[in-house]
């Protein structure tokens, strides 16, 4: 057993950006935060699901190319060897809870030539 606080924890880039409260063993789980017109690159996992939860806001997530409007309250759920891209074109920022599982440190798999590259 143990217990973490969010506040405890730093966004991956400062200000935006994930940051895991558990990696594993047997799951993934932490929150991300986008601000207005951040993305996360396109990406798979072999193993693991993806679940996403949208705490505040508004986010695009296109799964395999199909655009998913998220809001508040909403949950999407991404299985293995989909391809995802999550972006924010709103003007306000957007948190969203997501969690892993099966838990495999190592299993995200960056698209190379996505089309939603920059």
Do not use: T, W
């Not at 190319?65 to 999407?76: Q, V």
Request: charged share 35%; glycine share 6%.
């Amino acid at each position: 057993m143990f217990k973490v606080s969010e506040s405890q924890k730093e966004y991956r880039f400062g200000n935006s950006g994930p940051k895991y409260l558990m990696r594993g063993p047997r799951a993934g789980i932490g929150v991300v935060l986008f601000q207005p017109k951040d993305d996360f690159p396109e990406h798979y996992h072999n193993h693991m699901e993806e679940n996403f939860l949208v705490l505040e806001g508004k986010i695009d997530i296109y799964v395999d190319d199909e655009k998913h409007i998220c809001e508040e309250g909403d949950m999407l759920h991404v299985e293995p060897k989909e391809r995802h891209y999550l972006i924010n074109p709103y003007d306000e920022p957007v948190k969203l809870v997501f969690v892993l599982s099966p838990f495999v440190d190592g299993d995200k798999v960056e698209i190379k030539d996505s089309k939603y590259r920059k």
